[in-house]
């Protein structure tokens, strides 16, 4: 009975597979440099709007935070010891910067 039931759970699954499962191929020809190729062309865009529009603005937004904080940490720091530490926020400022102004020139770098 078990060799019955392990028997037709083998045979549906395989009959599942072969139901739901795609034949896959890049343009007919093998040629899956080509298909991605395509697909990158199509889809380069979104990607670019999506980065553009999403990703880089969060990474603003925490850097931004980041750096009004550790400028405010900083400071009372300073009014503590009476040594203000510029590093930190110099380098989030500069990572800011960078970030910002990134979205002019990143695509040209990337050839997009």
Known sequence: MKKKKWLVMVTLVFVFSLMFGTTVSAAGTGDVAGAIEGTWNDASEQ???VVNKVVFPAIDLILAVFFFAKLGTAYFDYRKHGQFEWA????LFACLVFTLTAPAYIWTILGI
């Open 47 to 49: 990607i670019k709007t």
């Open 88 to 91: 930190a926020p110099a380098i």
